[in-house]
Nanobody, 128 residues
């Protein structure tokens, strides 16, 4: 059974930093990517950044490139999202999700429609 537990959210001022953690279990990492997604009030859930459990390949949405960094710690079965230079528009509930890797190409799509299991989410609020 897939389990995803997010932590690390909170209130931060514009320009500040947060690090989110997603502790994952119940699946074979080599077959999946782990992604961070976010949902602001009144908006659809969107992909932020994803990382392959097979080869560490990453994807980041344009609005977070250069500010957010996704990484993984295989020994701890945990994926992190380091968020720097935070902006008010980054305010959202952040979720991690599991995406199955396409076996032949070892690629994945960092989109919510490809997520098989979700965590419970963690709130990130950027405000002065």
């Amino acid at each position: 059974q897939v389990q995803l537990v997010e932590s690390g959210g909170g209130l931060v001022q514009p320009g500040g930093s947060l690090r989110l953690s997603c502790a994952a279990s119940g699946f074979t990492w080599d077959n999946y990517a782990i992604g961070w997604f976010r949902q602001a009030p009144g908006k659809e859930r969107e992909g932020v950044s994803c990382i392959s459990g097979r080869d560490g390949r990453t994807y980041a949405e344009d609005s977070v490139k250069g500010r957010f960094t996704i990484s993984r710690d295989n020994a701890k079965n945990t994926v992190y999202l380091q968020m720097n230079s935070l902006k008010p528009e980054d305010t959202a509930v952040y979720y991690c999700g599991v995406i199955r890797i396409i076996p032949i190409t070892s690629t994945f799509y960092c989109t919510r429609t490809r997520v098989g299991s979700w965590g419970q989410g963690t709130q990130v609020t950027v405000s002065s």
